[in-house]
């Protein structure tokens, strides 16, 4: 399961760059995107499946290969320690809830009432993503379908991602929408006291900032110091201490940028480590804040390479019906989030067509700063941020 994590991770850092081309706050679900993309990885073939298993790492994964489930009469849905394998684990470890702590993914396919799929296919997306086939009528009653879609992610993130398929995003072409949806809840293990909330400057730039909700406590933390780029990490975990928020702050109030043009996932896996990581007596500020975020992927994911897919007459997903007239016309991820004094609620859904003093030592997050969630018993990163301006 560890190399289907870190070819997720990686992918998460490279689709931030790609994202961090645009001005303004970053928040996303790389575990979302890739689930729902691994599930039209099972039905891409030749060149097409290639693309899409480079873009998302996928060809570093013990036993993948870049048309799964085509070998030996296609009888099996992944190689051994193949990705989509890993990924039935992954799924299975992820989902939890309890009182104070909720994780879950879901992923749903919808297909065109009067097409036919190959049985090998929605035995896989099964099998291997818990996928079920929901039949729907997109030719004729395909507003009703669409609705029917958004439904069930805005069940499935309890009411945070509404309208994930907007208006005019399917229309009476379209043959399949494979959905994944994916919610978080959790209490801080230590919440921080409303009583010391108190307004205070978030700096935008260096001369320019507005003012924010400053939340505030004293406590120790894991925290770590990187002299090059210049910035601080601080750990916040999460009740139980199977997830955990990281916090990249840099020193200075404009470096965000060039954090990010420094951060790949061998760099957090580095600057994160024990050896860095060291638990200190801490004066935290960490503004409250919600981000509702919307990406059309296509022209990330091509940028990134997997250019066939999303072409028609190129495209090879005869492994879903096949037949090579299949393609992706549109690939939409919706995200949510809110940090409060009680912990984080975060959703976002994917549509495919060591020192101690007495006195603390203060991190202060009253500028940009990268932020990740992270499900420490996978080590997956479920969701990547930045929080540029209130």
């Not at 409060?340 to 003093?357: D, K, L, P, R």
């Not at 202060?364 to 479920?382: C, E, G, Y």
Request: glycine share 6%; with cysteine.
């Amino acid at each position: 399961m560890t190399t289907l994590v870190d070819a997720i991770n990686k992918f998460a850092f490279d689709l931030h760059k790609k994202i961090d081309g645009t001005s303004g706050n970053i928040f996303f679900s790389p575990m979302s995107i890739a689930a729902a993309l691994g599930m039209v990885f099972l039905g891409a073939r030749g060149d097409t499946a290639k693309q899409m298993e480079k873009v998302l790492h996928f060809n570093e994964v013990t036993g993948s290969g870049s048309s799964p489930g085509s070998a030996e009469k296609d009888t099996q849905c992944d190689r051994p320690g193949g990705p989509h394998i890993q990924f039935k684990a992954l799924l299975a470890a992820i989902n939890h809830h309890d009182k104070n702590f909720e994780l879950s993914i879901a992923n749903r396919l919808y297909g065109e009432e009067k097409y036919t799929f190959l049985q090998q296919f929605l035995h896989c997306t099964k099998e291997m993503y818990h996928a079920e086939l929901q039949k729907v009528d997109f030719e004729t009653k395909t507003e009703e379908a669409r609705n029917q879609i958004n439904t069930w992610v805005e069940k499935q993130t309890n009411g945070k991602i509404t309208d994930l398929m907007a208006s005019g995003s399917i229309d009476t072409t379209t043959i399949l929408v494979l959905a994944n949806a994916i919610y978080f809840k959790g209490n801080w293990k230590s919440q921080f006291d409303k009583k010391l909330t108190k307004e205070a400057p978030f700096w935008i730039n260096e001369n320019q900032s507005k003012n924010v909700p400053m939340m505030n406590k004293e406590g120790e933390f894991n925290v770590a110091y990187i002299q090059n780029p210049s910035l601080q990490i601080l750990e916040l975990p999460y009740d139980k201490n199977e997830m955990s928020m990281f916090i990249l702050l840099p020193d200075k109030k404009g470096g965000a940028h060039q954090v990010e043009k420094e951060l790949t996932y061998a760099k957090f896996q580095e600057w994160t480590s024990s050896k860095n990581m060291q638990k200190q007596k801490v004066d935290i500020y960490v503004p409250k804040f919600k981000l509702e975020e919307t990406y059309e992927l296509n022209k990330l994911l091509v940028a990134l390479g997997m250019t066939d897919v999303f072409t028609r007459g190129k495209a090879d997903l005869s492994g879903m019906s096949g037949s090579k007239n299949l393609f992706v016309s549109k690939a939409i991820h919706k995200s949510y989030v809110v940090v409060n004094e009680e912990g984080t609620e975060a959703a976002a859904a994917t549509g495919v067509g060591v020192s101690t003093t007495s006195m603390p030592v203060q991190i202060r997050a009253d500028h940009p700063f990268i932020f990740l969630i992270r499900n420490n018993k996978t080590q997956s990163i479920l969701f990547l941020g930045r929080y540029n301006s209130p």
